[in-house]
């Protein structure tokens, strides 16, 4: 069993910089790849970043790429999403996610945080 505990979110004006937290419980956690997604009101939820166990190969969503950098720290059981120059679209409830093998799809991971609400205001 794994947990997650996302922290971090809250409202930022468009430009400005968060950077969410994922606390992780479970012995095998360094073993899994993490993930960060996303839902905005009336919208499924979407892929934003993953990272493999290693940290060595990260993966992020077109819409994000250059502004967001996904990274772990094993021995602290900790994600982190920085997320620079936010946007209004970036609105949304960010979850943070742990799977054996998971990258891009939700489906591909098993366990899910309560999520963190992020608003950017323009």
């Known amino acids: 069993q794994v947990q997650l505990v996302e922290s971090g979110g809250g409202l930022v004006q468009a430009g400005g910089s968060l950077r969410l937290s994922c606390a992780a419980s479970?012995?095998?956690?360094?073993?899994?790849?993490m993930g960060w997604f996303r839902q905005a009101p009336g919208k499924e939820r979407e892929f934003v970043a993953a990272?493999?166990?290693?940290?060595?190969?990260?993966y992020y969503a077109d819409s994000v790429k250059g502004r967001f950098t996904i990274s772990r720290d094993n021995a602290k059981k900790m994600v982190y999403l920085q997320m620079n120059s936010l946007e209004p679209e970036d609105t949304a409830v960010y979850y943070c996610?742990?799977?054996?093998?998971?990258?891009?799809?939700?489906?591909?991971?098993?366990?899910w945080g309560q999520g963190t609400q992020v608003t950017v205001s323009s």
């Open positions: 996610a742990a799977g054996p093998n998971g990258v891009f799809n939700p489906w591909e991971y098993d366990y």
């Open positions: 479970g012995r095998t956690f360094s073993w899994y790849a």
């Open positions: 990272i493999r166990w290693s940290g060595g190969s990260t």
